[in-house]
């Protein structure tokens, strides 16, 4: 069973996905997919940061890089083919929790997938882009709508889908009215539902932390 999250940034979903993984005992796949991609192409994991995606939601080659001898367009579609072939292959051999990549879209088809989209009020991703992320306060509300364009653009070009509209997801959470508890046990008693048994929940927590610490080191 997989579950993929999609999210809006700063609504809490990377969070929440974390946890869930956690909470479930299962796989855990976000940054990941980009570093072994990187290994694969040989590129640094810098190049896959969204500092490093344009307004289209593209990967910028640049000047300095082996890459420049291509265009961007064919790296970016590279890139998303591997992504795709290694989501797949996930999907065929264990069950995961997967955040982003257009993994709802790759695995529409799979009967055991449950697509999830997380989405708060603006207000809310405004407070932990500051807090978290350290967004100085004149920058941040641009900030964030610029990193939910990216993540559009990037979505719709590989799936001719509109992202966040409601037809492609099994399940869409308002994350600023529930806590990441209360989302986590939704999803849990979502995932059990479809597996048909009650998992053995919550003995390895934090086993996934140190992706936390690292995902908000780099986006500083």
Known sequence: MIITISRQFGSNGQEIGRQLAEYLDIGYYNKEIMLYIAQQI??????????????????????????????????????FEMAKEM????????????????????????????KVYCYSDLKDRIHIAKTEYKVPKRKVQRFVEQQDKKRAGFYEFYTNQRWGTRYNYDLMLNTSMLSTQEAVEILASLFDQKMGVTSIKGAYKDQYLSHKIQDLSQSR
């Open 42 to 79: 040989g590129v640094r994991p810098e190049f896959f940061e969204e500092d490093n995606m344009n307004e289209a939601g593209f990967y910028n080659v640049g000047r300095n890089n082996w890459l420049s001898n291509m265009t961007e367009l064919s790296v970016n579609a590279q890139v």
């Open 87 to 114: 989501i797949q292959g996930i999907a065929q051999t264990e069950s995961a929790v997967i955040v982003g990549r257009c993994a709802d879209f790759i695995l529409k088809d799979n009967p055991n997938c449950i």
